[in-house]
């Protein structure tokens, strides 16, 4: 029921499309949902992050959707650039227990 | 500090040595996280401390790892008799509240020959 289950595995997009990545969780008690962009040979670092009171949140290039019924939140990437190539989690987190992190995306943009 | 620092940033060890990870969290961050992410994979859970205490060890994939954390700052952890399989980089995180912005590390990462 911790688990948080992240799709697709690996991601190629051509420069100025649009990224999506896709999350699914099963603990109804998540109050948070991050997602983190890591670049190679980095730790991850937070993008964008929502709470399930509001169904979107937008900054910049970068949106994420959250359908609190069917249990299900998406990063978008606008206008995506090469320099967005990275491994994307999203995670999700309740109260004081631990953050849980999906799998992780790879996006590859190519020019 | 300014950021979440992990030391050694490289380690080489031998098979069978025992390896300590150190993972200096952000000044007054109450809650830390230690991951391992294999090359070109996810982030696998190993151990959290809230404060000194760690309510779920619920990761650590054998009795040869193992975590302590003092004064609610500096975190070690302890891998014994490593395994070539260990090999991985080792991420460890903090943050001030839990399911706020938690913040990485660079990372370990253990080769084990």
């Known amino acids: 029921q911790q688990q948080v289950k992240q799709s697709p595995q690996s991601l190629i997009v051509q420069k100025g499309g649009i990224s999506i990545i896709n999350c699914a969780y099963e603990?109804?008690?998540?109050?948070?949902f991050p997602w983190y962009q890591q670049f190679p040979g980095k730790g991850p670092a937070l993008l964008i992050a929502?709470?399930?009171?509001?169904s979107e949140k937008k900054e910049g290039r970068f949106t994420i959707s959250f359908n609190k019924s069917a249990k299900q939140f998406s990063l978008h990437i606008m206008d995506s650039q090469p320099g967005d190539s990275a491994t994307y989690f999203c995670?999700?987190?309740?109260?004081?227990?631990?953050?849980?992190f999906g799998t992780g995306t790879k996006l590859q943009v190519i020019p | 500090g300014a950021g979440v620092s992990q030391s050694p940033s490289n380690k080489v060890t031998e098979k069978g040595k025992d390896v300590e990870l150190r993972c200096d969290p952000i000044s007054g961050h109450t809650a830390l996280y230690w991951y391992r992410q294999r090359l070109g994979q996810g982030l696998e859970f190993l151990i959290y401390f809230q404060g000194n205490s760690a309510p779920d060890k619920s990761g650590l994939p054998s009795d040869r790892f193992s975590a302590e954390r003092t004064g609610e700052s500096v975190s070690t952890l302890t891998i014994q008799r490593t395994q070539q399989e260990d090999s991985a980089v080792y991420l460890c995180?903090?943050?001030?509240?839990?399911?706020?912005?938690?913040?990485f590390g660079q990372g370990t990462r253990l080769t084990v020959v």
């Open positions: 995180a903090s943050s001030s509240r839990i399911h706020t912005e938690a913040f």
């Open positions: 995670a999700a987190s309740k109260g004081d227990q631990k953050v849980t």
């Open positions: 603990n109804t008690a998540f109050d948070y």
């Open positions: 929502i709470r399930p009171d509001v």
